[in-house]
DNA sequence: AGCTAGTTTATAATTATTCTAAAGTGAGGT
DNA sequence: ACCTCACTTTAGAATAATTATAAACTAGCT
């Protein structure tokens, strides 16, 4: 099956109409080696780099946001004014340098926790994140 | 001594003078039984309701900034577009629900990291923070 | 092929933050 | 107490990130 077809199908099993715009979007975001790490911004970036037509940048927030909705994208956590997501929907860590903005994923068995808080009434866990900050030594 | 000369001489002893804006925000940040986490917004708010003479907000995001840069806040890491600050300044961890917004501190015992990872090299761990996000149950 | 609800688009609107440059003020010296 | 001046504050403009609007488009039916 053709990767454009493998990514449709995807998208309507996630109750996502298969758009032209949402499958060139998912082709740069889950047809990668390594996890990625975006902005809006750079994902509109990369899009554009690779010679494809322009799509709205408002058709990239809510496909993002789409995509989130339905599992597929991670929302970061930083200190940041803009919105960082990450491919890499496991639950895992990450390393966030604070001068140059950069996240890196921490591998999954390089931390562990021994105790956690119970969650307050009524509220239960959605997902648990360290974030450690980095300074220039 | 009195509260605003207790204030003032925190902010002088930190390199900041103590001009009447900054000793306002000061005590409704600092002089509270309970660590506050707040937004600029919040904050203007908090300000504004205790009858106090208006200050601009430019002045409390530069005064915010300017605490923040003397180690008097910290900035709390979200998946929102806005900053969190918190008078908590020593290290510990958060609850944070989505659908409120709202942020809780975690007791620092009730969390245990048994294993992190080594930094980066040319870099050092500036903070480590562990968000707990929580929903509905 | 035609219909329709869901989607995309350009643009406007909104929200959060930073910049600017003019007016105000704390603190040291007189 | 008065001067001076570097540091602050201020209103408003500028910028940046995101969301809303409403007209045009299109995937997936029949």
Same mark, same amino acid.
């Given at each position: 099956?053709?990767? /454009? ?5 995807? *998208?309507?099993? %996630?109750?996502?109409?298969? =758009?032209? &715009?949402?499958?060139?979007?998912? +082709?740069?975001?889950?047809? @990668?080696?390594? $996890? ?5 911004? =750079? ?9 494809? /037509?322009?799509? %709205? ?10 995509? +989130?909705?339905?599992?597929? *994208? /991670?929302?970061?956590? =930083?200190?940041? $004014?803009? %919105? ?5 929907? @496991? ?6 340098? !604070?001068? $140059?903005?950069? *996240? =890196? !994923?921490?591998?999954? &068995? +390089? ?16 997902? *648990?994140?360290?974030?450690? %900050?980095? &300074?220039?030594?």
């Amino acid at each position: 099956m053709s990767i /454009k077809k493998n990514i449709a199908n995807k *998208l309507r099993t %996630s109750g996502l109409r298969p =758009t032209n &715009q949402r499958i060139l979007i998912a +082709k740069n975001l889950f047809e @990668r080696d390594n $996890t990625f790490h975006f902005t809006v911004e =750079t994902l509109n970036r990369e899009i554009n780099k690779n010679g494809n /037509k322009k799509i %709205s940048l408002a058709t990239i927030y809510n496909t993002v946001e789409a995509f +989130k909705k339905a599992g597929h *994208l /991670k929302k970061i956590l =930083t200190s940041n $004014t803009k %919105s960082y997501y990450d491919t890499n929907i @496991r639950s895992h860590h990450h390393f966030y340098d !604070d001068e $140059t903005k950069e *996240l =890196t !994923d921490i591998d999954y &068995q +390089k931390v562990k926790l021994s105790k956690i808080p119970n969650p307050p009434k009524g509220k239960k866990i959605k997902n *648990l994140e360290v974030v450690i %900050s980095l &300074q220039k030594l």
